[in-house]
C-alpha cells in the first residue's frame, strides 16, 4: 500500500501525464515527505536541523530511543544516510528527469523507507 501523503503528494503530480519533468518533481517531493516522516517520528523540532546528515544522525545515533540496538540503529542510520546522499541529493540540486521506470522505483523504495519508520514510531 502506498503511504497516505505520498498518494496525496506525487500521485497528482504524475496525473499530468508520462513527461519526466513530473517524475523528477513527484522523487523530490518524495524526498521531502521522507525527511519530514524522519522529523515526526522522532519527535525533532524543523528548526533544530538543517541538513538530511544532521537529522539522520540525529535521529539514528547513538542517543537514539527508537532502537536500542546498536547494530540495527547503525545499520539505519547507513541506510538513510545513503538514501539522502544518493538518491535525495541529486533531485534536491539539480533536475534528473528521470524515466518513468526509474521514478516509479526511488518513489517505492521512499515507500517501503517511511513505513520502516512508521514501524519504528512510539506508540502511547
Given amino acids: 500500500t502506498l503511504d497516505q501523503q505520498l498518494k496525496e503528494r506525487c500521485l497528482p503530480i ?10 523528477d518533481n513527484a522523487c523530490r517531493t518524495a524526498f521531502l515527505i521522507l525527511e519530514e516522516r524522519l522529523r515526526s517520528v522522532s519527535s525533532l523540532p524543523a528548526s533544530e536541523i538543517n541538513t538530511s546528515e544532521t537529522l ?21 542510520r547507513n541506510l538513510y544516510s545513503g538514501v539522502f546522499t544518493t538518491f535525495r541529493n541529486q533531485y ?12 516509479g522505483a526511488i518513489i517505492t523504495f521512499v515507500n517501503l523507507l517511511l513505513k520502516m519508520l512508521e514501524d519504528l514510531r512510539p506508540r502511547p
Fill in 92 to 103: 534536491s540540486h539539480r533536475f534528473v528527469d528521470p524515466s518513468p521506470e526509474d521514478g
Fill in 14 to 23: 504524475l496525473g499530468a501525464g508520462n513527461d519526466s519533468k513530473h517524475w
Fill in 56 to 76: 539522520v544522525n540525529k535521529v539514528f545515533g547513538g542517543c537514539s530511543t527508537l532502537i536500542t540496538d546498536e547494530k540495527k540503529r547503525t545499520s539505519y
